[in-house]
């Protein structure tokens, strides 16, 4: 990385959110139900509906909030608005906490701790995190504004702040001091000013990274808030292969009171599928059931319309790729109840039917 940088090249990461595509699959569903656009870029950030489900702490699925350290953070906060949310973003994270800042932001916010600024002239660069440091770009605005540093300049400073280079700091305490000065501060509080941002920058955070991340967040809660439904079914699609997170998100279905209906052979697709105030199970998610089964299963579906039995699903899927184990897992799950309520006499009958089909193929 810095060899790279050395040579004044630019190195860049690029992270994947598997988030963004539940969130695209949830405004696809609303499209689908509800006849609504949803344009992501332009939520309403002063959405009350948004703002209730995160101070009852009901955070199941909402991105970065879901740990019970977060959940209950955030039911204290009781956030409101995008500057909070992507504070708290930054603040949950080893130093801040062990610093005990999350209390005293909180405190903050509702008015139980006074807000003080060393100086008049931070106190606009600290106004929107109740006077405490919290972002990287608030080290580089005092160092602009008291000390008169040039963006460039400040960045310097910044890196060496963060990167704990004592020899740098060194250099810029005095150009600190003395840029401070000019500007009228006195040297006693410019001198306590830069040993606090020394030690709010090594877990300071970057602002353009915990806002889009907040704005993603917010992203979240406001589908979740507005369209259960729907953004829960684009949830437990994204995550179906995992059987534990399954299970959980079910159970927050429940508590929100949204039935789970079991899966279905002649109405269930790869993804769970929200159905008015219900959400029907995906065969994505039926242990034992694999892509390949499913879209044999799906095509033949398309193809001739619904199975009737399972005789006749043995008879019209290729049972290479359908085979024995995965008609186990359709019928163990509930897909085949519609042809009999007896599940354990299917799988009895399963080898006879199987033997049978196999010999008309």
């Known amino acids: 990385m810095e060899d790279v940088e050395a040579m004044g090249l630019l190195k860049m990461d690029f992270l994947g959110l598997r988030n963004l595509t539940m969130i695209q699959k949830a405004v696809d569903y609303i499209e689908e139900n509800h006849s609504e656009t949803i344009d992501l870029d332009n939520l309403p950030m002063d959405d009350p509906e948004t703002y209730k489900l995160l101070a009852r702490g009901e955070l199941g699925g909402v991105f970065q909030l879901e740990s019970s350290g977060m959940r209950q953070i955030v039911r204290d906060l009781k956030p409101s608005g995008l500057e909070d949310i992507s504070s708290v973003l930054a603040l949950y994270r080893p130093g801040p906490l062990d610093a005990g800042l999350i209390p005293k932001f909180i405190d903050r916010k509702h008015g139980r701790e006074q807000i003080d600024y060393p100086h008049d002239l931070i106190a606009p660069i600290l106004n929107e995190t109740y006077g405490i440091m919290v972002y990287q770009e608030q080290i580089m605005k005092i160092a602009q504004d008291m000390a008169g540093y040039s963006l460039g300049e400040a960045d310097l400073l910044r890196r060496a702040m963060c990167k704990k280079k004592v020899s740098e700091m060194e250099k810029h305490r005095s150009i600190f001091i003395e840029g401070a000065e000019k500007n009228g501060v006195p040297k006693k509080i410019s001198e306590n000013l830069f040993e606090q941002m020394i030690k709010f920058a090594e877990y300071c955070f970057n602002k353009s990274h915990s806002t889009a991340y907040g704005f993603v967040t917010f992203q979240t809660a406001y ?52 159905e008015d105030k219900r959400i029907l199970f995906g065969l994505g998610a039926v242990r034992n059931l694999g892509l390949g089964a499913i879209e044999c299963i799906l095509k033949s579906r398309e193809e001739d319309g619904p199975f009737t039995s399972l005789p006749e699903l043995c008879d019209r899927i290729d049972l290479r790729s359908v085979n024995r184990r995965a008609l186990e897992a359709l019928v163990h799950s509930g897909a085949l109840d519609s042809f009999s309520n007896n599940r354990r006499q299917m799988i009895d009958d399963l080898e006879l039917i199987t033997d049978w089909a196999q010999s008309r193929a």
């Open 223 to 274: 589908l979740k808030a507005n369209y259960p439904t729907e953004y829960m079914a684009a949830l437990l699609s994204a995550i179906s292969g995992d059987q534990d997170k399954v299970q959980i998100y079910i159970a927050n279905c429940v508590d929100m009171g949204i039935e789970v209906l079991p899966p279905d052979i002649n109405r269930s697709g790869v993804d769970f599928t929200p």
